[in-house]
């Protein structure tokens, strides 16, 4: 199999299996009992270890390449959704959010890495649509199999079956099935320096707020409907449909991109984006049924889909030579720092004043950041 193609379908069953994770231990959270602020520093976990070691991964993926962090990243996010299922208490799913979170973010930055290394630049926001459109598959399968797992069979089934779904990539990475890239010289690697160097160039520097902001905007999502749904009483597997919509969005989107990318300006894009998904925030809190949630959840997936190739390409062109994967790693650090800190804000204004505000803070950052990208 061409390399491009197994790497799509490897990050595609992780990512069933890391996004599933999320879901299921939010509900099953929420189902013990615990408070709003609990489930949301469950989510802050997630991020943690990711935000202290992106850029020490990346180094270590710029100097050795991408196997064995991807082989190493799938063993952990296998063991971390098994955990629940063989010991179902609220204490292991903190083992889980930590493990798959950490796990999850080896492979997915050697996984991008890989992707830029391998693709001449005029073909890198193709390549990195594609990788994406597996993101957005991934998103959709997810949640809708998570939601009805739970309510067919039960939570601990539900994580069992999420940890299958790194049996093949695990069976593939051993076998070494994913050729490496040839790694580069040291004399190829640059002045190595800083990591926070990478940060002096202007465009550098708006790029990675901007792309922090949609992430941002993109875990609160993840964080927040299932506790909103919770709330105004749907079944696991409603929530699963109305996130569906959002991964529904997202490929569409992404599907488009190589036609898009084309005819729009890379900042114009983003502005549009960033307005998009600000408008679906502020209406999702006066809405109740299943309908409407969905078509809100449509938009914000336009909104917080359509910018990620191009964004990526434009990170791996702007990076310094042999620092890609630190500049990707940099990329997780910060977005993770955002992630770790925003559940718990969030978590605990959900519980103070209820989750409309949550999704309104949320709305504040993403018009906010449209005005930013706008005036560039």
Known sequence: MRPLPLIVILLVLNHVAF?????????????????????????????????????????????????????????????????????????????????????FMLINVSAYHAVGEMSAPEERTVNFSYVALGFSTSTFVAPMLTGVSIDSLGYRAAFLILSLFTVLPLLALWGKLLPEQPRPERKELGPRGHVFELLRDREVRRLFIAMAILTVGWDIYNFAIPVYGAQIGLSPSQIGIVMGAFAAATFAVR????????????????????????????????????????????????????????????????????????????????????QTVMPLLFGAMGAALGVAPLFWGMAAMMLGGSVFARRR
């Open 19 to 103: 996004n599933g994770s999320r879901i299921a231990v939010a509900l099953f959270a929420i189902k013990q009992g615990a408070s709003t602020l609990t489930v949301g520093s469950l989510m802050a976990v997630y991020a943690l270890l990711p935000a202290l070691l992106s850029v020490t991964a990346g180094r270590w993926i710029d100097r050795g390449g991408v196997n064995k962090p991807m082989l190493i990243g799938t063993a952990g996010v296998g063991l971390g959704t098994l955990a629940p299922f063989l010991l179902p208490e609220i204490g292991t799913l903190y083992f889980t959010a930590v493990l798959v979170g950490l796990a």
């Open 255 to 338: 599907l488009a991109m190589p036609f898009i990318a084309h005819r729009a300006e890379p900042w114009s894009l983003l502005t549009v984006s960033l307005l998009l998904a600000g408008v679906a925030y502020v209406a999702m809190p006066f809405t109740h049924s299943v309908g409407l949630l969905m078509a809100i959840t449509f938009v914000l997936g336009l909104g917080l889909g359509a910018p990620q190739p191009t964004v990526l390409t434009l990170l791996h062109q702007s990076a310094p030579a042999g620092r890609a994967a630190e500049a990707l790693g940099l990329r997780t650090t910060m977005i993770n720092t955002s």
